[in-house]
Nanobody, 125 residues
Framework: QVQLIESGGGLVQAGDSLRLSCAAS????????LGWFRQAPGKEREFVAR????????RIADSVKGRFAISADNGKNTGYLQMNSLKPEDTAVYYC??????????????????WGQGTQVTVSS
């Protein structure tokens, strides 16, 4: 069973940066993509970014494009979400997720098989 553990969340001020990490353990060779999603209070979980294991192609949500970047270190089985120029509206619980799918857009949470416990990011104005 694949396990994902996020870290790096916290309380920051608007304009600050944070880097979230997602460490994967278990049969990670079965994974084809890593994604980040977030859920703000009273809102549905939304896609933030994803990266494919093969080729490293990425996709970033329009709401964070130009400010967030996703990367992965396959040797360490760890994914990252670099968040710059944070805004109060970025406040949410951030989840990393892993998919065994080698196809599809991988923008929908239903395309992911494993989830971390989430890490809180709070941006004060």
């Amino acid at each position: 069973q694949v396990q994902l553990i996020e870290s790096g969340g916290g309380l920051v001020q608007a304009g600050d940066s944070l880097r979230l990490s997602c460490a994967a353990s278990g049969p990670t060779r079965s994974l084809y993509a890593l994604g980040w999603f977030r859920q703000a209070p009273g809102k549905e979980r939304e896609f933030v970014a994803r990266i494919r294991s093969s080729g490293g192609t990425t996709r970033i949500a329009d709401s964070v494009k130009g400010r967030f970047a996703i990367s992965a270190d396959n040797g360490k089985n760890t994914g990252y979400l670099q968040m710059n120029s944070l805004k109060p509206e970025d406040t949410a619980v951030y989840y990393c997720a892993a998919s065994r799918r080698g196809w599809g857009s991988l923008l929908d949470q239903n395309e992911y098989d494993y989830w971390g416990q989430g890490t809180q990011v709070t941006v004060s104005s």
